[in-house]
Antibody
Framework: QVQLVQSGAEVKKPGASVKVSCKAS????????IHWVRQAPGQGLEWMGW????????KYAQKFQGWVTMTRDTSISTAYMELRRLRSDDTAVYYC???????????????WGQGTMVTVSS | DIQMTQSPSSLSASVGDRVTITCQAS??????LNWYQQKPGKAPKLLIY???YLETGVPSRFSGSGSGTDFTFTISSLQPQDIATYYC??????????FGQGTKLEIK
């Protein structure tokens, strides 16, 4: 079935980097944009950006520009989100999500990964 | 950026009640609005896309309406399994894909 499976929980120290993976299966990976969304404990959803698995083009929320990098490896149908210079307030669950529109960045997120908990603590 | 104002932030209702949540955009977004349900410890689940279209497999007691700046999400008859937090989200390549603040729905 169509699914996104994310990498496991991470614990990082302030100033470190984290790279979360999102492996797609059950559909043509290059045909659907992948977005990244995070959720701090007890808080709402925050959109981070998207990547085109086909071209590798990216768009980041202004807040994350210069701080996040989204990449993909089409040979293994996997998208990645790397966040650098981590701070304690980056502690959150990070989700990848697939858009429902063919080769379009905009639309609804109809397939979600299970989430990856990233804890930033000294 | 487009701001999404969702209300109420929390809601308590009885099984069988009709429940309504509203979402207001700070500018015209046409019908570029989605609704999600999130249960504790789980990823969000898409319920309604493009303001009023029911996602495949979602029960028909869920519905959405509106366009422009004002949107409504309705559960026609609340069921115990509907206890969750609900979020609206706009999508537009010119602006960040922002979410509303969420509405926590509880059983009375």
């Amino acid at each position: 079935q169509v699914q996104l499976v994310q990498s496991g929980a991470e614990v990082k120290k302030p100033g470190a980097s984290v790279k979360v993976s999102c492996k797609a299966s059950g559909y043509t990976f290059t045909a659907y944009y992948i977005h990244w969304v995070r959720q701090a404990p007890g808080q709402g959803l925050e959109w981070m950006g998207w990547i085109s698995p086909n071209s590798g083009a990216t768009k980041y929320a202004q807040k994350f520009q210069g701080w996040v990098t989204m990449t993909r490896d089409t040979s293994i149908s996997t998208a990645y989100m790397e966040l650098r210079r981590l701070r304690s307030d980056d502690t959150a669950v990070y989700y990848c999500a697939r858009v429902n529109g063919w080769e379009l960045p905009r639309g609804a997120f109809n397939i979600w990964g299970q989430g990856t908990m990233v804890t930033v603590s000294s | 950026d487009i701001q999404m104002t969702q209300s109420p932030s929390s809601l308590s209702a009885s099984v069988g009640d009709r429940v309504t949540i509203t979402c207001q955009a700070s500018q015209d977004i046409s019908n570029s609005l989605n609704w999600y349900q999130q249960k504790p410890g789980k990823a969000p689940k898409l319920l309604i896309y493009d303001a009023s279209y029911l996602e495949t497999g979602v029960p028909s007691r869920f519905s959405g309406s509106g366009s422009g700046t004002d949107f409504t999400f309705t559960i026609s008859s609340l069921q115990p399994q509907d206890i969750a937090t609900y979020y609206c989200q706009h999508y537009n390549d010119l602006f960040p894909y922002s979410f509303g603040q969420g509405t926590k729905l509880e059983i009375k």
